[in-house]
Nanobody, 126 residues
């Protein structure tokens, strides 16, 4: 059973930075696309970023493009989300997820993922 554990969330002022980590255990990580999603207060869960299993391709939602960077270290079974220039609208619980398919490209849909972490809270104060 694959387990994903996020860490690195917290309270930060607008304009600040945070780096989220997603540690995978109990199964294969390197061959699967990894994604980050978030759910803000009163909102539905939404796609944030995705990285191909090889790390050679990434995708971002328009609202974080140029501010967030997704990466992964397959040797450490860990994924990352570097978040810079944070805004109050970035406040949300952030989840990492592993894709259903092996050796596929980036994925932006919630339904494309079958394993999820428990989430980490990011709060940006204005």
């Amino acid at each position: 059973q694959v387990q994903l554990v996020e860490s690195g969330g917290g309270l930060v002022q607008a304009g600040g930075s945070l780096r989220l980590s997603c540690a995978a255990s109990g199964g294969t990580f390197s061959g699967y696309t990894m994604g980050w999603f978030r759910q803000g207060p009163g909102k539905e869960r939404e796609f944030v970023a995705s990285i191909k299993w090889s790390g050679s391709s990434t995708s971002y939602v328009d609202t974080v493009q140029g501010r967030f960077t997704i990466s992964r270290d397959n040797a450490k079974n860990t994924g990352y989300l570097q978040m810079n220039s944070l805004k109050s609208e970035d406040t949300a619980v952030y989840y990492c997820a592993r894709s259903k398919g092996l050796c596929i490209g980036v994925r932006t849909s919630i339904d494309d993922n079958d394993y999820w972490g428990q989430g980490t809270q990011v709060t940006v104060s204005s």
